[in-house]
């Protein structure tokens, strides 16, 4: 791509950053978020195990938000082509920094702690990396302050299945754990082996397993001890030199039983040898919180698409002509409308709800005047939407379609499709939430709707689940959207 091109109607590509077999990655600037400099990934080989590794990598960035793994910040696929955006960083690869020079102590031990950093949060939800080795491991300004660990496209997910089958192996030679080259199923530990490894090649300057070949990396990591790192830098203290070795032990039950033990030692070993180290401590922002999958056992019973007042923000779309027939206001009232009156009449809501939704919203603004009515659907468009659902229009021009199971309709799917389109036609924003069909509209859930219908059409996690198989569906910093009904009417 060359620089200017949108891609995919949201990045400014600015450069390509990298090439390699399976695509490439450019500069980017997002769009969507006020032109935030991107990574964007573009897959370019749709060989199917490539597009797994390629799906398997997404799943894994959009559920580990740390800030020693890399950030995750929207994926989806233009026509067959799969990309991924995350966060830039300015720096260089671990491997790229020990071409240039080699890493103190101080700064293997700081290297060894982010890493660890990022292990402690994957594993705690099931993930091994599986193919931790310099080029996976980034420094942000090429310093230590903050390692990020990059591509898991190789990362195996604990649901209770194999990924790899028995006699194949999966990563990189001269890193990979003895019992991963075997083909064997692995847990935390095999990136523990890896990590040894990475800690080996930063603290002596040479490799652990070293070889030309990768039949003779494989086979030293199988069968061959490592020489002791004191052996070749004797001024390292004692207690990385056991640490080190425990961590490249051929058998799992004989590593740390967990990342967060090595981290404790290496920070203990720093303590205890006055030894300064600088790490970045931070942390998730507080109360974030990770996308939970919907259950594909719960079957969909009913979706809110909710729609708020077009006029609040300026669209490109056309205004219907004034000698359209529209919904008026309720004849007499001019000035404000209490919102409670209106949902009682409307809904009905329990005065419960009422208060609820009237202390979130207050009193709305509905008049007569000309301007006021612009942003009240015509009726053929509410009649448009009656074909989907029971069409709620509030007093500022919002709308609410409750679409709800229905035997003698087409499937409720299908109808909440058809009603995006209907409304993105008209230059509205939409939220889709799925709710329980046996409940009224509760107003908690039409301000949730509110604050989410921004940009493309918005879906909770549970709806996108349900719309995967017959819409195109995108992932961003702010959750799902619909791509297909933005082209679709």
């Not at 600015?14 to 935030?36: P, T």
């Not at 009156?341 to 008049?367: C, D, G, N």
């Not at 689940?465 to 995108?474: D, K, M, S, Y």
Request: glycine share 8%; hydrophobic share 40%.
């Amino acid at each position: 791509m060359d620089s200017g091109t949108i891609f995919a109607g949201r990045f400014a590509v600015e450069a390509m950053a990298g090439k390699g077999a399976m695509g490439a990655v450019f500069r980017a600037r997002d769009l969507y978020a006020d032109g935030k400099v991107v990574a964007l990934k573009v897959l370019h080989d749709l060989i199917p195990q490539r597009v797994r590794r390629f799906e398997r990598e997404i799943q894994v960035l959009a559920t580990l938000p740390h800030p020693n793994i890399v950030g995750y910040v929207a994926h989806g696929a233009l026509g067959h082509q799969p990309w991924l955006a995350m966060e830039w960083i300015d720096g260089m690869t671990l491997g790229e920094r020990l071409a240039r020079r080699p890493l103190s102590t101080a700064e293997s031990i700081a290297m060894g702690i982010g890493i660890c950093d990022a292990l402690m949060f994957a594993h705690g939800r099931g993930v091994v990396h599986r193919d931790l080795k310099p080029g996976n491991i980034f420094l942000e300004r090429g310093e230590t302050t903050r390692i990020v660990v990059l591509d898991f496209g190789l990362a195996h997910i604990d649901e209770g299945t194999k990924l790899t089958k028995t006699g194949t192996f999966l990563g990189s030679p001269g890193y990979l754990a003895p019992e991963q080259a075997r083909g064997e199923a692995i847990d935390h530990r095999a990136d523990l082996f890896s990590l040894g490894c990475l800690l080996y090649r930063c603290l002596t300057e040479v490799n652990a397993f070293p070889g030309r070949q990768v039949a003779e990396r494989i086979l030293k990591a199988l069968h061959e001890q490592p020489t002791a790192p004191r052996s070749l830098r004797p001024h390292l203290p004692p207690d990385l030199d056991d640490l080190v070795m425990q961590l490249l032990a051929k058998h799992p039950l004989r590593r740390p039983g967990h990342a967060a033990e090595v981290r404790q030692r290496l920070a203990q070993i720093a303590t205890e040898n006055s030894i300064e180290i600088a790490t970045l401590d931070r942390h998730p922002p507080e109360g974030a919180t990770l996308p939970m999958p919907p259950s594909a056992a719960v079957e969909p019973l009913a979706f809110a698409v909710i729609s708020p007042d077009p006029s609040e923000r300026p669209l490109a779309v056309d205004v219907p002509s004034p000698a359209a027939t529209r919904l008026e206001p309720p004849q007499g009232l001019t000035g404000t409308l209490p919102l409670d009156a209106h949902l009682k009449a409307t809904l009905p809501m329990a005065p419960p709800e009422v208060e609820q939704f009237r202390a979130m919203r207050q009193t709305l603004p509905i008049s007569s005047t000309e301007a006021a009515k612009r942003s009240v659907p015509t009726m053929p468009f509410t009649r448009r939407l009656d074909d989907f659902g029971k069409v709620h229009n509030l007093p500022d021009g919002s709308l609410l379609v409750w679409v709800k199971p229905d035997a003698k309709l087409e499937p409720v799917v299908e109808r909440v499709l058809g009603c995006i389109r209907a409304l993105r036609s008209q230059g509205r924003d939409v939220a889709v939430l799925q709710c329980d069909a046996d409940k009224r509209p509760d107003p908690g859930l039409f301000g949730r709707g509110l604050d989410m219908a921004s940009g493309p059409a918005r879906l909770d996690e549970a709806t996108a689940e349900a719309l995967r198989a017959q819409g195109q569906i995108g992932h961003d910093e702010q959750g799902p959207f619909l791509i297909e009904a933005d082209h679709a009417v």
